[in-house]
């Protein structure tokens, strides 16, 4: 069996309440990617990059003003920086989360004539094509040799949980998901799903529809290995990066 490449896997950033210490300026995962000696080809951010509250069809909270353009400009730099330390021929992928959907569901409620104009979309405002980010919209499949990646719609209880249902429910294929903020990886004969933890802020209190509960998120992301057999079959071999205080490691490396 030989190598075919490495890939990096991170979800739910939902700026602009962020990590700053992973994904914010000078963040950890930009040094990551740009040092690691597995030299990621490929890097998949599957969803929840921005929140948009001020889209939701959720009842608004009193004081709390609008974001989105904040939350966009963030975004914008993120892909900046993560094109930088990835390097010009590291494929990047773009995956639409339940977050980013809102932006589409909230013109089709209130100017659904905006539509056709096709400039405020996410690959728009974004301008994905200046930093070379492939898009893969929400309701489209997405099959990376072999491995199922998609932000994920099930959300069961307790870490693990999500990752055995859509596991399940993808009849049992390799896959990656995120949504459920919980780190998670499951096993059933040679299948495997991977459950990403979240890269937003920490603290409960930066998320103000939380009120005072205090929820059951891990942070976290994950990595995977290509192989082809002699056959010319895949094989993929998916890692859990576990993320505690702000710390990570990967190959006998702190970050």
Not at 23 to 49: A, E, N
């Amino acid at each position: 069996m030989k190598l075919l490449y490495n890939a990096l896997f991170i979800s739910d950033i939902h700026f602009p309440t962020h990590n700053k210490e992973i994904v914010g300026k000078d963040g950890k995962l930009f040094s990551f990617v740009k040092t690691s000696k597995r030299k990621f080809k490929k890097i998949y951010q599957i969803g929840d990059l921005l929140s948009f509250d001020e889209f939701s069809t959720h009842a608004k909270i009193p004081g709390k003003q609008a974001e989105a353009m904040e939350s966009i400009e963030m975004a914008k730099t993120f892909w900046s920086d993560l094109r930088k330390a990835a390097g010009p021929t590291c494929e990047l992928t773009y995956v639409e989360g339940n977050h980013e959907i809102r932006l589409e569901r909230y013109l089709v409620r209130q100017a659904p004539e905006l539509l056709p104009l096709n400039v405020l979309t996410i690959p728009q405002l974004l301008e994905l094509n200046k930093y070379n980010v492939i898009w893969k919209p929400y309701r489209k499949r997405l099959h990376v040799d072999g491995l199922k990646v998609t932000h994920g719609k099930l959300c069961r209880p307790q870490s693990g949980n999500s990752a055995r249902a859509e596991l399940k429910k993808n009849k049992f294929k390799n896959g990656v998901s995120g949504h459920t903020h919980r780190q998670g990886w499951v096993k059933d004969v040679d299948n495997v799903w991977m459950e990403l933890g979240n890269l937003a802020d920490p603290n409960p209190e930066a998320h103000s529809y939380l009120d005072d509960s205090d929820p059951d998120w891990s942070q976290g992301m994950g990595m995977g290995t290509c192989c082809e057999d002699e056959n010319g079959n895949k094989h993929w071999f998916l890692v859990p990066i576990e993320i505690k205080d702000n710390y990570f490691t990967v190959d006998g490396i702190v970050y």
